[in-house]
């Protein structure tokens, strides 16, 4: 069964940065991709980046060129680097593995238990 454990998130003062890290288990990590979501208070979930094993990449236009999805496949693990952060990027940012490069949440049947980004004005 796949798990996905998420961590790095924080309270950070806008236009800093943060990285979040996933780890991945239970399964073969190349058979996957690897996405983040996350959730606003109040708000529905939000598609912000996915990464298949071959390197290919894609953002949610809220957050491209700010983020970078890293996948290290020797560690079984993917980042979020988010730079210049803004308070609209406070979320709770959650972790995924699914099977298709899209943006879609029921594209991603393995979801990790979420990490909070606070980001202060």
């Known amino acids: 069964q796949v798990q996905l454990v998420e961590s790095g998130g924080g309270l950070v003062p806008a236009g800093e940065s943060l990285r979040l890290s996933c780890v991945f288990s239970?399964?073969?990590?190349?058979?996957?991709?690897m996405g983040w979501f996350r959730q606003a208070p109040g708000k529905e979930r939000e598609f912000v980046a996915a990464?298949?094993?071959?390197?290919?990449?894609t953002y949610t236009p809220a957050v491209e060129g700010r983020c970078t999805i890293v996948r290290d496949n020797a560690k079984n693990t993917v980042y979020l680097e988010m730079n210049s952060l803004k308070p609209e990027d406070t979320a709770v940012y959650y972790c995924?593995?699914?099977?298709?490069?899209?943006?879609?949440?029921?594209?991603?049947?393995?979801w990790g238990q979420g990490t909070q980004v606070t980001v202060s004005s």
């Open positions: 239970g399964a073969t990590f190349s058979n996957y991709v």
């Open positions: 995924n593995a699914g099977y298709t490069l899209g943006s879609k949440y029921y594209e991603y049947p393995f």
């Open positions: 990464h298949n094993y071959f390197g290919d990449r």
